[in-house]
């Protein structure tokens, strides 16, 4: 049990005091450096589960859940395929495709792109990222078939606007009066989107899925077919059923398995970030050690007197350790505090030191997002806080034994 007298005393020889004043900046030093520690910690932990996360949606905004092929390039025979999966528990949608590699050219510029044919009557996920234009017209007997919706660096690249007509080249031949040539044909552009991710602006065209079909003459055959669910966390799942009421020859796999070495890349960056800049923690704790030592040495009188009076071995540890806990929580405390308001303010300060450096940090044709996301969790940051509390704690365990075996006689020989 605590007692009142001890943390007064432990709060005295925290403060500044003539002759003693060194200490007790080391003291004070050290819970500085611990606040530091974890604000970085919290930081970039926020940092770096904010770009997985953001990299992650951005994915899956143009990528399905789970994705179902057949054993060669095309589908042909996947009506079947299809009503089967739409019954499987957690399946919101289920949706034919087809992608095919492309050459897109507006006047003399030309680029390499995949060109997606879609269920324009029922896949409406790219219409609310259109930022020019419209979305893709619904597939009826009066509507015009050949159109496209690309993404905005696609647009910059090849300088094509809403209206303008740029010729796709399909990979596949035909025959003309000179032979075997490539096909190719004119797509109104109508909807430019903007994803916010520079893979897809640059290197996407969307189209009716019925248009791609004419371009490459495949007929009704589609390339596969996507599924997406009513919660992502349950693809793994969800596809080892499907993989079961399927043929054999059906190729499954789901999100996480066609960009596992991505994520786990980013795991693996995430916890080796954590593990450095830990290090920072563990230094401010040695230095609270350290100053805690010389408190000791110091007040060996101070010790010895309390010992004559009646004070015990465990009063005496208790008082060091007191003084530990105070350090400790003081650093853990304000880190958090400053750790969670640059956390959430982040995106804002980072924008704000752009502007007045006219620097970029993050370049969209470079980097995967074009911001510095944040997002903290409660979890993660109650696991940092904890820790370096625990470990504060534990560290001055060691100061505090050295104070109880001060001996009384020896300290005050020469008193």
Do not use: C
């Not at 299809?82 to 590699?101: D, E, G």
């Not at 509507?143 to 990979?171: M, Y």
């Not at 110091?298 to 309390?306: C, F, N, P, T």
Request: charged share 15%; hydrophobic share 50%.
């Amino acid at each position: 049990m605590i007692q009142r007298f001890e943390l007064l005393l432990a709060l005295r020889y925290l403060r500044s005091q003539r002759g003693e004043r060194f200490a007790s900046l080391v003291g004070w030093s050290s819970a500085l450096g611990m606040a530091i520690g974890v604000m970085t910690l919290i930081v970039v932990m926020a940092v770096m589960n904010g770009v997985a996360t953001e990299i992650r949606d951005k994915i899956l905004g143009f990528s399905s859940h789970i994705e179902i092929q057949g054993p060669g390039d095309t589908l042909a025979n996947w009506n079947a395929w299809l009503n089967i999966v739409k019954q499987a528990p957690h399946v919101a949608q289920a949706l034919p495709y087809i992608s095919t590699q492309t050459l897109a050219n507006h006047r003399h510029r030309s680029t390499g792109a995949i060109l997606k044919g879609i269920d324009t009557n029922n896949d409406k996920t790219i219409a609310t990222l259109i930022t020019q234009g419209r979305f893709l017209s619904t597939v009826q007997d009066d509507a015009p078939l050949f159109e496209a919706v690309i993404g905005k660096d696609l647009a910059h690249k090849l300088s094509a606007s809403v209206g303008d007509n740029i010729r796709l080249l399909s990979p596949s031949s035909g025959i003309s009066p000179m032979g075997s040539a490539p096909r190719m044909r004119a797509f109104k552009v109508v909807g430019i989107f903007d994803s916010g991710f520079y893979e897809y602006d640059v290197g996407l065209i969307l189209t009716s899925m019925q248009a791609v079909q004419r371009l490459n003459r495949l007929g009704n055959e589609i390339t596969g077919i996507e599924l997406h669910l009513t919660d992502r966390n349950l693809a793994t799942k969800v596809a080892k059923q499907i993989r079961l009421s399927l043929p054999a020859s059906a190729w499954v796999t789901d999100w996480q398995q066609r960009h596992q070495s991505f994520f786990e890349a980013l795991k693996m960056e995430r916890t080796a970030m954590s593990i450095i800049l830990f290090l920072i923690v563990i230094v401010a704790i040695f230095n609270m050690v350290s100053s805690l030592v010389m408190v000791v040495m110091e007040k060996r009188k101070e010790v010895a007197i309390l010992k004559t009076i009646g004070a015990t071995n465990g009063s005496i540890i208790r008082i060091f350790l007191l003084m530990g806990i105070i350090l400790s929580s003081m650093g853990t405390l304000l880190g958090l505090f400053m750790g969670i308001l640059i956390s959430h303010y982040l995106e804002a300060i980072v924008a704000w030191i752009e502007e007045i450096s006219h620097t970029t940090f993050l370049s969209g044709d470079v980097y995967y997002i074009d911001h510095v996301p944040a997002m903290m969790d409660v979890s993660s940051i109650m696991a940092v806080a904890v820790m370096s509390f625990s470990m504060g704690v534990v560290a001055t365990l060691y100061p505090a034994w050295r104070a109880a075996k001060v001996p009384p006689a020896e300290a005050l020989r020469y008193e």
